[in-house]
């Protein structure tokens, strides 16, 4: 073991031998001060992992002065954003974070197009944009941008460096912050260390997993999940031209790199420091459960996934510390839970209201989502949910199995149940998803779809049935209802603003024929923008719906750093919650899962500790024994404060 104190001597001594770059005296001051106060215990951790290879400290110094190099050329934009966020650590929980999830490609064009979309963005209250992957990739399939060739060249077909530098730039102008993917559990075989490796350069041969012995590739897969079964069975990918086994957890394009090697370490905080210096404020950590491999285990979410996590967390504090984590663990939600916090990701998805939201729809009933959300909804204070209902990927009905049992539900037959809802193969569904990666020992499955199709309104259309039609519309708004109200950013996708209804044009590629994820990843035309914006047909409700719900956020504090209470409400049809801020302030939302009309009695409110309530949503004023809530209705209650309130 390596002790904090031996970790402060060795950073000394590292700094007494390495030549730091030339920089002002205050520059110099600010980087002395952070990384003694973050690297000791970076280098202890990296310790744990490393401290076995007899070239540790070797590793080490170059990463000091990697880190120094890295904050020499930061941008002094980006350094003072830095000193304001350190001033402001909570800045991502306020009410006014409003995301959304873009391909540049398929929304603007391209990287300079996508500037003249920045209005839009503005008019709708984006101030986070997550862009799909736009680096260098193989041509044709690449898992839509997930297989990076070169995480310093943007796709030719974007742009250059300079557009998206300058893209950051802009955005930065208007208030939006710029999130992009850090893909860094596997780089695409075009990778220049992939070549390398394949060229049998035995320094490149240990960034990945390389096997002669088939039958070590059968032992891991006899305990890994599969993630891709109907791409190709198992983890790995044999190469006839040099006869050996590669690790690739998803396509057979995409190369898992050997974090076991801290060369591999030290090159991809080299690649992470670039992307954060082009002056984002998000990375995604893509398919981070999967970057630690041990023999004999599942090989997802090990601990030492988390010690690799914090360790590159660690040189974002010193070198760029206004920069987030934002975590893409697709996994039981304990194992979600895990990777949030200040050391590891500030933000991360919650794969587990998205699909218990879903489930809830499908069912009509609350007890699941109301149960599992009462479990484990809350989180650090210092962390924030990034709250979806889609995204570019598919539905996996991640939920804890044991948490159903108590509820009656098995997990397994359930999730037989959702499958056969959401691809409409269940008399009655309403939704018309598509299935995806089906797998033949298993039965898993998982959805894909809009979210509009997916509830219901494309079907709707179809049989043009004006009730159905309506419901599809309330389905949507009271999904984003929660998404945008129960604490956390919100984070709308690409074209559900939009009420898009899925895209089957990638049947006709082939290259995405194969990919049924393509059939929600739709073009968004500007006449698209433009027709809901008018204010006429359905979609346009939609937007409407969402628009008013967005401005009410942002307006009330409540929505912004508050405490969640996840509520009982004895009805099974409906899910209610309590937000309560600091300031005593409090907002109650109690939303109707099914098309038939619900009561629940008046002293729900008692919470509210008020004489007279209003809902928000409709500026009324509420009263009797017992509130109604129609068809899929919402409400949001407050205190009535009397004249002025509105
Ligand atoms: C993430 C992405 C997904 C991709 C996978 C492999 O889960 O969201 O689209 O296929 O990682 O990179
Ligand atoms: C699995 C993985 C997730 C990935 C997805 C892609 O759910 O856990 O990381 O995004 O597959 O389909």
Known sequence: MLTKLKAQKALRQILDSVELPKQTKKDEKVFLQRIEQHFPALLVKLYELYGDHYDFFFHAQKLVVLLATSFASRKRKWKNLDEQRLADPYWYRSEKMLGMAVYVDLFAGNLNKLQSKIPYLKSLGVNYLHLMPLYKAPEGDSDGGYAVSDYRQVDPKLGTEKDLVQLAEALSAEGISLVLDFVFNHTSDEHKWAQEARKGNPDFEEFYYFFDDEQEVQDYNQTCREIFPTVRRGSFTHLDDIDKWVWTTFNSFQWDLNYSNPAVFNAITDEMLFLANIGCEGLRLDALAFIWKEKWTQCESLPKAHTLIQCFNACLQIVAPSVLFKSEAIVHPDEVARYIGKDECQLSYNPL?????????????????????????????????????????????????????????????????????????????????????????????????????????????????????????????????????????????????????????????EFKREDSRWVNRPAIADS??????????????????????????KSDAVFGVARTEILETYRPHLFAYLREHDSGDKMLAICNFSEHSQTIPMSVCDCLEASEIKDVLTNTLVSGNEIHLGAYGVVWLKTYRGKGDE
Request: with cysteine; aromatic share 10%.
């Open 353 to 509: 209201m998205m699909a218990l939201m879903w489930e809830s729809l499908a069912t009509r009933e609350t007890k699941l989502l109301t149960a599992s959300l009462k479990k484990s909804f809350e989180i650090a204070p210092e962390a924030s949910w990034v709250n979806y209902i889609r995204c570019h990927d598919d539905i996996g009905w991640t939920f804890d199995d044991a948490v159903a049992e108590q509820m009656g539900i098995d997990g397994y037959q359930h999730r037989r149940f959702l499958n056969q809802f959401y691809t409409g193969k269940f008399a009655g569904s309403f939704s018309q998803g598509v299935p995806f990666q089906e797998n033949p020992t298993t039965g898993d499955c998982r959805v894909c779809g809009s979210l509009a199709s997916l509830a219901g309104l494309e079907k709707a259309i179809e049989s043009d049935d004006s009730t159905q039609i309506d419901h599809a519309i309330k389905r949507v708004r009271l999904l984003n209802s929660i998404n945008l109200s129960i604490g956390g950013v919100p984070l709308i996708y690409q074209g559900d603003e939009l009420g898009i209804l899925n895209d089957h044009s990638y049947l006709d590629d």
């Open 528 to 553: 698209t923008i433009e027709n809901a914006q008018s204010g006429v047909g359905y979609q346009s409700r939609i937007y409407r719906d969402l628009k008013q719900m967005i401005d009410l956020r």
